[in-house]
C-alpha cells in the first residue's frame, strides 16, 4: 500500500502564471498620475473656455482604465502541472475562472516543444493518443524555455528514463 501512495505521490510540480511587470502599487501610482495630469490641464482647457478639450481628454483616461482592466483580467490565467509516477494532471483555469482539467498517463505522454531558431519556443504542448494539450502559451521565452528543460527532465523520470 505505502508503494502505490508513493508512486502516486507528485514530484513536480509548477504553477505557470503569466508576467506582469506593472503590480498593485505602480498601477494606482501610474492611474493617480494620468488624472492629476488630466484634471490640471483640463482645468486650463475649461478657464480658457475650451471645454470639449476636457472630455476628449477623459475619454483618453478612460481608454487607459479599460485597457489596464482587460490586461489584469488576462492576468487571471494560470495552469497547474503535477506529475507523479502514475499521473500527469494539468489544470487549466482561463480567465472566466471555469477549470479545464486533463489527466495523463505518464508512461503513455509525449512532451512536444517547436521551436523556431530565432524566435525560440514557440508553443509546448503534452501529447497521448489523439488527445493534445497545450502548456504555457502565455509565458515569456525565458520561462518557456526553464519550464520545458525542468518539464521534460521531470517527465523522463517519471518514464524511469
Do not use: C
Not at 502514475?86 to 472566466?96: C, G, M
Request: avoid cysteine; charged fraction near 25%.
Amino acid at each position: 500500500m505505502d508503494e502505490m501512495n508513493a508512486a502516486d505521490t507528485p514530484f513536480f510540480k509548477a504553477l505557470l502564471v503569466p508576467h506582469r511587470s506593472l503590480g498593485r502599487a505602480g498601477y494606482f501610482t501610474l492611474m493617480g498620475s494620468v488624472l492629476l495630469v488630466w484634471l490640471t490641464f483640463g482645468a486650463i482647457f475649461l478657464s480658457m473656455g475650451a471645454w470639449p478639450i476636457f472630455g476628449f481628454l477623459g475619454l483618453d483616461v478612460l481608454a487607459l482604465y479599460i485597457a489596464f482592466r482587460v490586461n489584469y483580467r488576462a492576468a487571471r490565467v494560470r495552469e497547474e502541472v503535477s506529475l507523479s509516477r502514475t499521473n500527469l494532471h494539468i489544470r487549466k483555469v482561463p480567465p472566466s475562472g471555469r477549470p479545464e482539467e486533463h489527466s495523463f498517463n505518464p508512461f503513455w505522454t509525449r512532451f512536444r516543444v517547436r521551436r523556431h531558431a530565432e524566435l525560440g519556443i514557440m508553443d509546448m504542448a503534452v501529447e497521448a493518443r489523439e488527445k493534445r494539450v497545450l502548456i504555457g502559451s502565455f509565458l515569456n521565452p525565458d520561462d518557456r524555455e526553464s519550464f520545458a528543460k525542468a518539464f521534460g527532465q521531470a517527465l523522463a523520470t517519471a518514464k524511469g528514463r
